[in-house]
Every structure is written in C-alpha cells, then in structure tokens.
C-alpha cells in the first residue's frame, strides 16, 4: 500500500437539467431517490466522502420562491454522518434553477445565494460545497451549443451564463460561510485540451485558453492581462462586472477536475474527412470538431492527435494554480467493463504518482456509482440509453460491477489488480502510446477452437484486449482429465471459458453417452480443476433444460434461474446435469443459460441459411408454434465476459429480450433484408420430426427472463445491429 495513500471518494450522477419545460432527473431515473439503502452499499466500498445532491430545482419545486422541501436531502445526510462519511454538497448540477429563473437571468446569482444560506442554516454541519458543478462546462452546453436550457448558441449567452454562474458562487459561497466560516468551496469543470492541424491554430489556442475561465475568474485572475480580456468584453461582459469578480475573488479550496476521453479534442479543417456528425465549426475556416479517441476511430493517420493522459492535465492545473489542493471528482469512461476498470487504474496511478511527488492531490472519486442514463445524447431526452457506473441497477436494485471491486482495493490498498489489466486500455494502444512487446502473464483459456462459441469469444477477447489462447479438442479433450490438468498447469489462465460440447439436439438421442461424456463430465472436469486452481470458470447450458409441452401453455412466461428443470431430451438432461455437477465441484463457477444463436460471424445459424435460402428463391419451413428467447452471439459474449468481471456466479439467463417463433423469428429477418416473409412456412411442433427430420423432444415453450440481471439489449435491437453487420460484410467492408 502507498505510504500515503490518495483518498477515494465517490459520487452519484445526480443532474437535473432543463431541456425547454421539461426537467430531467437523474437520481428519479437510477432510483437513487427511493433508495436511502444505497449509502450502506457505498460505505462498504471505504470511500470518505460522497458528492451528494441537495439540489435546487428539487428542493424548491413549484413552491414559491425562499419555501424548500429539504426532506430528501435531510435523510440522507443524517445516514451519512452515521456512515461515517462526508458530504460534499451539490446544489446546481448541469442545471439552471427552478423555473422561476435562469443562467441568463440577472438575478440568479442572488436567488441562489439565498438557496446556499437556507441549505447553511439548515445543514450547518456541511463543510464542503459545489454550489454549481462545471461553471464552464454548463455554461457552453446552456449558452453556446444550445443543449440546455436558456439554449443558446452564442458567444454572448455564452458569457452571461458564465458570469451569472461565476457570481452565483461567489455570493453563494458568502452567504454560506457566515453560516460557517470553516466552509470550502470544491469547484469542479471538464478539463481536457485541444490540438488541432495548422490550419486551425487559432482555434485551438483560443479553447486550450478557454478551458481555463471559470477557474480563472473564481481565482480573480481575470484583467486586462489576461488572454481573453478582449474575447470577454467583445461578446458582452461588462467591465464593472470582471472589476467585481475580480475584487471578490473566491478561489476553490480544492480544484475538482473531471477529466474524460472526449475531454481531449481534435479540430481538423479537412472536414470532408469525418462523418457529418462532427463537421460545423467555424473560425478563419471551417473545421471538424471532434474527440481524439473518435479521430482514431475514424482511421487518421495524418496529424494524428497525440494521446493526452491524467497525469499531464493534472500537472498542468498544478502549474497553473500552484498550491492548490486537487482531487478528481470524476472518472469514468462508457465501455466493456475492463476498460473501465483500466481507465480508474489509469487516473488512480496519476493521482498517486502526483501525490507522491509532494503535490496536493488528495482524492480520486469513480463516477458515477448508479451509473446514468443518456450521456451519449447530453441529456437532451429520455432515450434510455445506460451507462453502467460501479453498481448496476437495471434490475431494479444496485448490483456491484468489477468497478467496485476496484474501488474497494483502491480505497483498502491504494491499487486496483486484476490479471485482465496488465494491457492498456484501447485509448492508448490506438493513439500509439502502449507497448505491447510483453505478454500478460494469466491469458483467458477458451475451448471449443472449431465451434460458434468458441470463435466468438476469441474475437471479442482480441477486441477488447484480452490476453486468450483458443484450444481445439485435439489439444485438450475436456473429459480427459489429465489433459486437462496439464493444459491450466501449463498456461496459467485466470478464467477458463468453455465452449465446447455436444451440442447436435438429435444426435444427442442416438449417442447420449457421448453427449454426457462432452456436455457433462468435460465441463464437470473442467470445473473441478479450475477450482483446484483457483481459476475462474464459465460454462454454458440451454434453454432445453425446461419443457414446456402441451397443456402447461396457459399461463406461460419466461423461464427464470429459479424455476426448475424439466428437460424432455437427452440434449437437455445431459445440460442440466452439468449444472449440478459443476456447481457442486466449483460453486463460484459462471454458468449462463442461453437460447438459439445468430450472428454475424458464422453462416450456419438459422437466420444466416434462411436469408442464403430465401435470395435463392427457396421456401423455408420453420416451427410455428415452438417458441423461444434467440440470442445474438456477440451479446451474449460480450456481457459474459462482463459479468465474470463483476464477479457473478452460479446460474444466470442471457437471452436477447423477447420472445418468438422460429417462423416469425425468420420472418423478422427477411423484412429486414427486403426479402418476403411469406416464403417462410409455418408448421406445428408435431409436424417438426416427418418434415424437418427432427427426432429429439423439443420443448414448445423455452423463452427465457432473468430476475438477476437485465443487461441483453431486446431482439429488435439485436436484429438491427445484426443487419448492419451483414450489410458492411456485403458491401466489403
């Protein structure tokens, strides 16, 4: 552990933002506002403080103005002192105010001063305050881009939702310490920078000095000295306004810097290179703005943007405000759950490192515990669009990810280890600053070479960056366990993902003691030695453990992890016991249960030959009334691989949400593909064994839910990226 190690602390997405009348609320959508229970689940993390909201728009309502509701926040607060745990108080976060005000409004900045002393007299233990998250950053999304609300897209609103902000603090922070004198203002803003090509040099000087305003003018380093002295009072600043901020200076306490990926932009005046999305800026020429992870997704290798860590852009606030206490009060990227684990152990060793070296850098905060909802869209509406944070909440309760398993070694440690994070993240490797010369020293170990499955996971594992190696059965047969001994001895894997197995439904009747010898002892062999190991382990079984026949149709629903077996088949009795076997050898074992694939990578899957077949002009028959969960292949790897990093165990559903019939599920696809549905031929169950050839039992009904976790993205989703997919391997590319 460091000798002195930074302090973690953390945070819940908690913006409320105006977008024309309509107010979205962040803790209403996580649930976090009907959830005092969730601070007992973020004290077990070790964090010692906790940004917490007491926001103005929700405090005041529709109730006149100076009447506010501090029920909410009064709970809470009284849970966090018994939890041991400091508050940081939020009172704005990307918002503007009740309706009865605005960034533009003259009086908002004493409207929210009276809303900071009502907060001070009625919470006078409260020592640290944010009276309003990324003054610079609410201000351009509010006055320039035209995001939210006042929604301007000028220079001139620009500033005055800068400056009404800057002053808002300011009185804010007055009126609060005379309350109590001992409070600290913890002013927190997006911090990247630019780069640019030549063309668009001055662009990227005027926002690599931009970035800097709301810090400056809080620090009363606004004059006529100052670079943008002239941009300010020729977009509508007022000098006697700069002359009072800077006579009533009231520099943070502690600088929070909330530093993201897109943080760090690129302008390109080649626009014509770059998908419409990112082309419109305007200065000398016209440019395309865009983040330089997203340049690199665009494939530039000319001018291409230099990869710009944490530990450069703290050093710069260092340099620039010298002495000044540091923490990162956000950190967080949207990704697979490695990389967002790798991008905290990114910040955290830069912090530290900071620290190390005699600077006051003193916290780290993971953002945002409840994940959020509609960041890719800037919360401009409700499009449901999730972004997992430490803890997951879509099945209703926060469930930990891996991220907070992170924080917990971070806050217990001082590091985060995990043998998937010896690779950097994809960040650096595109922007060409990893070395990839060494090889981890624990790969993930996949059978089943030939198979689907197999092949999935070795392309999601080279994309994501994970260290595998991909074995057939002529390398290690899984029944064999001598085999298998030797092969974990030898490779040393930290999860053994299997799938392999027997997996031909009819075939299955005439040789079951060759399906059980796969399907069964393999992966109870597997099991046992992974546990001897202390190994992670990851299996499959099938929708074909249930059996819903004729009769028990009724009152069908999704199958559930709790609902007992009652497989008709060889097929499904050789899974299910599996189950049994492999829980009882490993109990931490991952086993997902799992329906009809499809994908894009493999022509032999239902969806693939029919689409073959109907271009050929053929019919195709399929079951009418045999109905079932289908499962896109790269989701189901992709989120299996994510719950082994969250540390999930025993038996759990991941099927694509919905459910269907083989013939509709058939007809879906031709719609899409412009194809006619009416090709496809609908049969009963019982006409499937003289027309299809199909001899094992099926069940008529195997759709699956799950009540453990809802992280499948619905079939038509699923549907549509597959058709994507098909369409670029079509066109070549």
């Not at 306004?241 to 897109?262: F, K, S, T």
């Not at 309760?397 to 907070?404: E, K, N, Q, S």
């Not at 497989?567 to 189950?579: D, F, I």
Request: aromatic content about 10%; proline content about 6%; some cysteine.
């Amino acid at each position: 552990m460091p000798h002195d190690p930074i302090e973690v602390w953390g945070g819940v997405e908690c913006t409320v933002n105006r977008v024309g009348d309509q107010f979205f609320n962040q803790c209403e959508r996580n649930g976090h506002d009907l959830r005092d229970e969730d601070l007992e689940l973020f004290a077990e993390l070790g964090i010692k403080k906790l940004r917490q909201p007491v926001i103005w728009e929700l405090a005041q309502g529709e109730n006149p103005d100076g009447v506010y509701d501090f029920s909410w926040p009064e709970k809470r607060l009284q849970k966090l002192a018994e939890l041991g745990i400091e508050p940081i108080a939020g009172l704005v976060h990307h918002g503007s105010g009740p309706r009865t005000t605005s960034l533009v409004d003259p009086e908002f900045p004493a409207q929210l001063a009276r809303y900071a002393r009502a907060v001070a007299e009625k919470f006078p233990q409260l020592k640290h305050y944010t009276p309003i998250n990324e003054i610079l950053t609410t201000a351009r999304f509010s006055g320039l881009y035209g995001v939210w609300y006042p929604h301007g897209t000028d220079n001139f609103t620009f500033i005055r939702c800068l400056l009404g902000e800057v002053m808002g603090t300011i009185l804010a922070m007055k009126e609060i310490r005379k309350i109590n004198p001992e409070a600290k203002l913890v002013q927190t803003d997006d911090l990247g920078r630019a780069q640019g090509t030549d063309p668009v040099r001055v662009q990227v000087e005027f926002e690599n000095e931009r970035r800097w305003l709301g810090w400056d003018l809080l620090f009363g380093k606004v004059d006529p000295s100052h670079a943008l002295w002239d941009f300010l009072l020729g977009a509508g600043a007022k000098r006697e306004e700069l002359d009072w901020i800077r006579e009533n200076p009231c520099p943070p306490d502690i600088i929070g810097v909330n530093h993201y990926l897109l943080s760090n932009r690129f302008l390109d005046h080649r626009e014509d290179l770059y998908p419409p999305c990112y082309r419109g800026g305007r200065s000398v020429v016209p440019y395309a703005d865009l983040g330089i992870t997203q340049a690199y997704e665009c494939g530039i290798t000319e001018f291409k943007p230099r990869y710009i860590g944490p530990e450069e852009i703290l050093r710069e606030v260092i340099e620039r405000y010298p002495g000044t206490e540091i923490a990162v009060t956000e950190a967080h990227i949207d990704g697979k759950r490695e990389q967002q684990m790798r991008w905290l152990k990114e910040v955290a060793e830069a912090a530290q490192k900071l620290k190390d070296e005699g600077h006051r850098v003193v916290a780290v905060t993971p953002w945002s515990f409840l994940g959020s909802f509609d960041w890719n869209s800037l919360c401009r509406d409700n499009r449901g669009y999730y972004e997992t944070g430490v803890f997951d909440i879509r099945a209703g309760l926060p469930r930990p990810t891996g991220l907070a398993k992170a924080v917990h070694q971070l806050a217990h440690t001082g590091r985060i280890d995990h043998p998937a994070l010896e690779r950097p993240g994809w960040w650096r490797v595109r922007g060409g600053e990893a070395d990839l010369s060494s090889t981890p020293k624990r790969p993930i170990l996949i059978t089943g070479a030939t198979g689907t499955l197999g092949r999935a996971y070795a392309r999601v594992c080279q994309e994501r960056g994970l260290e595998y190696v991909l074995i057939s059965r002529a390398q290690m047969d899984i029944a064999n366990r001598e085999q298998v001994r030797a092969t974990i001895e030898n490779l040393r894997p930290w999860l053994v993902i299997n799938s392999a197995g027997f997996v031909r439904i009819d075939d299955a009747e005439k040789d079951p003691n060759r399906a059980f010898r796969e399907n069964t002892i393999g992966s109870e062999t597997l099991a046992q030695e992974c546990e001897r190991l202390g190994v992670l382990y990851l299996t499959f079984s099938t929708d074909h453990v249930f059996g819903l026949v004729d009769g028990l149709l009724d009152n069908r629903r999704p199958f559930v992890e709790t609902d007992g077996v009652s497989p008709l088949s060889v097929y499904g009795r050789s899974k299910a016991e599996m189950e049994r076997r492999v829980l009882n050898a490993q109990p931490n074992s991952l086993i997902v249960r799992t329906s009809s694939f499809f994908g894009p990578w493999d022509e032999s899957n239902f969806i693939r030959q029919t689409l073959i077949r109907l271009r050929n002009g053929e019919k195709v028959k399929a079951s009418e009334d045999n109905v079932m969960s289908p499962t896109y292949v790269p989701d189901l790897a992709h989120t299996s691989l994510d719950l082994i990093f969250d540390g999930l165990t025993g038996i759990v559903h991941l099927s694509n949400e919905g459910e269907v019939s083989w013939a509709e599920f058939g007809r879906q696809a031709a719609r899409r593909f412009d194809l006619n549905p009416d090709d496809i031929l609908g049969l009963k169950l019982h006409e499937l064994p003289s027309e299809l050839g199909y001899t094992a039992p099926r069940p008529q009904y195997s759709a699956l839910s799950s009540h453990r976790v809802k992280v499948m993205p619905c079939l038509e989703d699923a549907l549509e990226r597959y058709q994507y997919e098909i369409t670029q391997q079509e066109e070549g590319k």
